[in-house]
């Protein structure tokens, strides 16, 4: 591989077909991670539990997946706005200012079974139509919620599908 030169002010683009092949858009064919992280805001609390978190609060909370793949012929593994499309509309409208006790299945709403139910989501939303199609072996390697900026849970597909 040659060095790159001096920076210059690009004089055109790069044409598909002229300049680079359909082929070469696949650079290679490993499984590779991508990783997407969202925010929202709700209120909880906590059942058989003595401390404050008995008390309804509430979080701004973050979470983070990691999903894997194989390139596809363009070198994409997921489409990071096939992940934004599939928070928007099957998992963000049960927690963006929400109560989740209520909108939750019936569970003790702590990190611990919330990130296990994200990642349950995020997996059955990869293996229902569109998205099975256009991501090969694509697969939910992690999912991290963060409580707070300084703790958060996670499920890892290694503990989970056992």
């Known amino acids: 591989m040659s060095t790159p030169g001096p920076f210059h002010i690009v004089d055109r683009l790069q044409v598909l077909g002229a300049d680079i092949s359909q082929e070469s858009l696949r650079y290679h064919r490993h499984r590779v ?7 929202f805001d709700a209120a909880h609390h906590l ?6 978190c008995k008390n309804l609060h509430g979080h701004t909370y973050k979470v983070v997946f990691g999903v ?5 012929e363009i070198g994409l593994a997921l489409d ?4 934004k499309e599939i928070w928007k509309d099957r998992i963000e409208p049960f927690l963006d200012h929400r109560y989740l006790n209520e909108t939750l299945p019936t569970m ?8 296990v ?19 090969e072996g694509g697969r939910v390697e992690f999912v991290r919620l963060y ?9 890892r597909r290694e503990w989970i599908e056992q």
Not at 47 to 52: D, S, V
Not at 68 to 72: A, D, E, I, K, L
């Open 68 to 72: 894997s793949g194989f390139v596809n």
């Open 47 to 52: 059942h058989a539990y003595e401390g404050k």
């Open 80 to 83: 990071f706005g096939d992940i």
């Open 117 to 135: 139910w994200l990642y349950e989501q995020m997996k059955a939303a990869l293996q229902a139509e569109p998205y099975a199609e256009c991501c």
């Open 33 to 39: 991670l991508v990783s997407k992280e969202f925010t």
């Open 108 to 115: 003790n709403t702590t990190a611990e079974n919330m990130v």
């Open 147 to 155: 409580e707070t900026p300084t703790s958060y849970a996670e499920a």
